[in-house]
């Protein structure tokens, strides 16, 4: 079992504290007593098998989802959702694209034309949202995020049904928003692609399995051993006081 090297976050500002959390439904424990930190600059990659629990512990931390046990402190930053594809906008909504990015930005034209520079879409402005394609859609909802000020940027798997170089677009997008100084949340079972974007991974399969820099997560080695468990221990990093 590897253990992560401890991330240097003790001087980045705390943005959210998950302390404990848990969310069972009926009999089922989905996510077990989970606990991390998000600190303001990181880009988080949230990895782990099909049923671990990487939605619900995302719903979870924005309030989308009640949980069972456990507490989430979140102080000012706005936070931007971006689902997965489905379960966004119906794709036949007639609107324009500006329409759409307007209505993160209270409805302010400049501001929303801002926002899809930032994402290099402002040539599409006026086309109907449902004329785009998958990929072109995903850097809407990024730039309807962007619009409303958002500090941190939570993705759940934001690359399903796109095409592979749509999928290098957008994750170049990505990059370029976390330069920027955007922090990012990104669930993806893309665990390859995760290891080279990323500053942080976390893996779980209804608990946490890794915590730590994505160059000592080795993914050949340890990734079935992961995923056939559920409770195992990992040093957890800890900066200051709580999970900070």
């Known amino acids: 079992m590897p253990t992560s090297e401890p991330l240097s976050l003790a001087n980045k500002e705390l943005l959210i504290d998950v302390d404990s959390l848990s969310v069972r439904f009926g009999a089922e424990t ?26 619900t512990l995302l719903k979870s931390v924005l309030g989308l989802l009640q949980p069972t046990s456990g507490k989430v402190k979140k102080g000012s930053a706005t936070i931007g959702y971006i689902p997965q594809r489905g379960a966004q906008y119906n794709a036949l909504v007639p609107i324009s694209v500006l329409e759409v990015v307007r209505l993160g930005a209270g409805g ?6 801002r926002a899809l520079q930032d994402v290099h879409m402002a040539s599409v402005a006026h086309k109907r949202f449902n004329e785009l394609s998958g990929g072109q859609q995903q850097r ?8 409303g000020n958002t500090d941190i940027l939570m993705l759940d798997e934001p690359a399903t049904g ?13 990059q ?15 665990v390859d692609t995760v290891l080279t974007l990323v500053t942080r991974v976390i893996c779980i399969n209804h608990a946490i399995l890794y915590d730590g820099r994505p160059q000592h997560f080795e993914a050949d080695e340890y990734m079935p051993s992961y995923y056939k468990a559920r409770h195992l221990k990992l040093h957890h990093h800890h900066q200051g006081a709580g999970h900070a």
């Not at 989905?30 to 998000?38: E, G, L, N």
């Not at 796109?162 to 990505?174: K, T, V, W």
């Not at 928003?177 to 079972?189: A, D, F, P, R, W």
């Open 30 to 55: 989905v996510i077990d007593r989970i606990s991390f930190c998000i600190h303001k600059g990181e880009f988080i990659g949230l990895i782990g098998p099909n049923g671990a629990g990487k939605t």
């Open 108 to 113: 302010s034209k400049e501001t929303a034309m």
């Open 140 to 147: 809407i909802f990024i730039a309807k995020a962007l619009a």
């Open 162 to 174: 796109i095409d592979e170089r749509s999928q290098a677009e957008f994750y170049a997008l990505l």
């Open 176 to 190: 370029s928003l976390h330069q920027k100084g955007i922090t990012i949340v990104m669930v993806s079972h893309e």
